[in-house]
């Protein structure tokens, strides 16, 4: 184990011990650690601080709010890379060894912190929201160039917090999973509930995600009466350029590796240019796409449509379509009705797994508890 990795795992160990009680004495100090650590808004600014943490720990003389230098290394005058210490040591964090509650991605491509160059002293104020966290986050900082406080107490103190959220977490899910396994043995929802059910979850805020998941669920749910499956479902937020996809899911027929169908999901009206923009990324892909079908939660206009359908025999047989969501939904349940809770399963598999910078932690609560309701009231 390499000495930064090494110096998480002794912190997160030592906090694992304490469990139970605070390791900071100072109240003001132990209110702002917790303002970072537990905001559920937003999960950038306790990687950011678990990065500054890392830098300081390892080597004292940094300054703790110069996290801006050249990607490669430090400088002279204190400064350390935030964003490597953050991407190198604070990203595993994220993995099944730890699961704690942070970012799934770096913090320092968040707008609160790119593109800076500049001391983070209490004076700056940083772009993002809660303004409370980040006022917290600059504090701290102060705190720790003072020697308020030391940086490994602070860092101890920010594992102890997030394991008993992770655990508290954990707990909540499982609490709701039981509830529905108690329910197994009652009337299937009837397709109409489940429309109703993901219609409710949709409509939460930050769900635009949960789309890309209901087509996902639904060929999970139906691959072998289909005779395709599911090649790839990106990730959420993955650039098409990045990534070389066609769409958010592309679909290959099963024993095959070539994507003949791929989705893209709108969280507002098809437009003209999306039509073109996917032409070009068929023309581009390496495989035969015969199928390009947008999925949008928003209102089809009619001339829209009409252009994509006028396309067929412009690209000798390419087809491009425009879904209703919800109509989607709703016919693939009444014909595969029989597979209508092998959807639903497939669809809360989905939510539960995603990542939180995609599908919150609340997102997944409430999906269960609308589930629980909707099977209680049966």
């Not at 100072?26 to 537990?38: H, M, T």
């Not at 395709?228 to 990730?235: G, T």
């Amino acid at each position: 184990m390499d000495t930064f990795s090494k110096i998480l795992d002794d912190s997160y160990k030592r906090a694992k011990a304490e469990l139970d009680k605070s390791l900071v004495t100072d109240s003001g100090i132990r209110e702002r650690i917790e303002a970072v650590a537990l905001c559920l808004k937003n999960r950038a600014g306790v990687r950011a601080l678990l990065a500054g943490l890392l830098a300081k720990v390892d080597d004292p003389k940094i300054d703790i709010r110069k996290p801006y230098t050249d990607i490669s290394g430090r400088s002279k005058e204190g400064c350390y890379s935030g964003r490597a210490y953050d991407e190198r040591y604070i990203q595993k964090l994220t993995t099944d060894s730890y699961s704690l509650p942070i970012n799934a991605t770096t913090a320092f491509l968040t707008p609160g912190f790119r593109t800076k160059n500049i001391i983070l002293t209490t004076n700056v104020e940083l772009e993002g929201r809660p303004a409370e966290m980040y006022k917290a986050l600059l504090e701290l900082f102060d705190d720790i160039q003072a020697k308020r406080v030391s940086a490994r107490t602070v860092m101890d103190e920010v594992f102890r917090l997030l394991i008993l959220e992770r655990e508290r977490r954990r707990q909540s899910i499982e609490g709701l999973l039981r509830d529905i396994e108690r329910t197994v043995d009652k009337l299937p929802l009837a397709a109409e509930d489940i429309v109703n059910l993901i219609g409710q979850h949709l409509a939460c805020k930050n769900s635009s995600r949960l789309p890309v998941l209901i087509i996902a669920a639904a060929y999970r749910a139906a691959s072998e009466k289909l005779g395709e499956r599911i090649l790839y479902l990106h990730p959420h937020n993955a650039a098409d350029k990045q990534t070389g996809a066609a769409g958010d899911i592309e679909i290959t027929i099963i024993g095959d590796d070539d994507v003949v169908t791929a989705y893209e999901m709108k969280m507002k009206a098809v437009t003209i240019d999306d039509i073109n923009i996917a032409l070009t990324k068929i023309a581009t892909h390496k495989d035969t796409i015969q199928n390009y079908i947008f999925v949008t939660t928003d209102k089809i206009d009619p001339e829209v449509r009409e252009y994509a359908a006028r396309k067929y025999e412009e690209t000798g047989g390419i087809e491009i379509a425009i879904l209703n969501c919800f109509g989607f939904l709703r016919h693939f349940l009444h014909l595969f009705h029989r597979s209508r809770t092998a959807f639903l399963s497939a669809y809360q598999d989905l939510v539960l797994k995603e990542p939180e910078s995609a599908v919150s932690h609340a997102l997944k609560e409430t999906f269960l508890a609308l589930r629980k309701a909707a099977e209680g009231a049966k």
